[in-house]
């Protein structure tokens, strides 16, 4: 019999980097904002410690830049991550959509159209932008669990949480198209036309960049900030 262990819970500092992480992804931390350790750990109700490793995590991912003697600031996507982004959402979605359509049960069908559904009935009611959001997410994750494979699965996943930050303040003006979108990709799925889904989330996936990329063309970064010469950015931006 196998030894039974008690199942280790996360890190503080883990707990720490994924509320970072969303604060950032919904906006309440904004591209140019400059972030401060204790700040950050006194909105969060934890020590500084945990804050600076999350934020040095958070550098190391790309969501932030922290400069030496300027501190730590929140990142606006390069063109380069926008670039890299949708080609990797292309060859990922693409795929899981088309194996969606060849593995898909009359329950995955009914879940897909019922996130349209949903997302519908909300948009009409005029739900809060970041709800809608969590529909796209929900959708998204839900064709790459119908297409039941788990490395497309985890690949998805790592790219819902860049999609979900660098649409954030897009999802007011693309959302009655994109969930149009969404339904055509959830009915050719449910009919099992694997070809037409799969290029359908192609079209998706295209009119989303065109969309992200006429608001940013050039994928701005917060470059030439003024020094920040408080101890605290002191001490963030060397790391001490």
């Known amino acids: 019999m196998l030894e039974q262990r008690p199942i280790a819970t996360s890190p503080l500092r883990e ?13 309440s931390l904004a591209p140019g904002d400059h972030l401060v350790e204790e700040r950050l750990a006194s909105r969060l109700g934890v020590s500084r410690g945990p804050v600076r490793e999350a934020l040095q995590r958070l550098h190391r991912d790309g969501w932030i830049t922290i400069r030496p003697r300027y501190g730590a600031f929140v990142n606006q996507p390069t ?27 009359p329950e995955d069908a009914a879940r897909l159209l019922e996130i349209c559904d949903q997302a519908d009935a909300d948009w009409a009611r005029g739900v809060p932008t970041q709800q809608m959001a969590a529909h796209t997410a ?12 788990h490395l497309l699965l985890e690949f998805g996943e790592q790219l819902s949480h860049r999609s979900r930050w660098f649409f954030a303040p897009l ?7 994109a969930w149009l979108e969404h339904r055509r990709v959830a009915e050719l799925i449910a009919a099992g036309e694997a070809d037409r889904a799969a290029e359908a989330m192609h079209d998706h996936i295209s009119l989303s960049r065109d969309s992200y990329l006429h608001i940013h063309p050039d994928g701005d970064t917060y470059e030439g900030l003024a020094p920040d010469t408080s101890p605290s950015s002191q001490a963030l931006g060397s790391g001490r």
């Open 15 to 27: 707990h720490v980097y994924e509320r970072l992480q969303e604060l950032l992804i919904s906006r």
């Open 79 to 105: 063109a380069q991550q926008v670039h890299e982004f949708f080609e990797a959402r292309e060859v990922v979605e693409r795929e899981a959509t088309r194996l969606a359509a060849e593995r898909c049960t």
């Open 138 to 149: 929900r959708f998204h994750l839900a064709v790459l669990q119908t297409a039941r494979n």
């Open 171 to 177: 999802v007011s003006s693309i959302a009655p198209r």
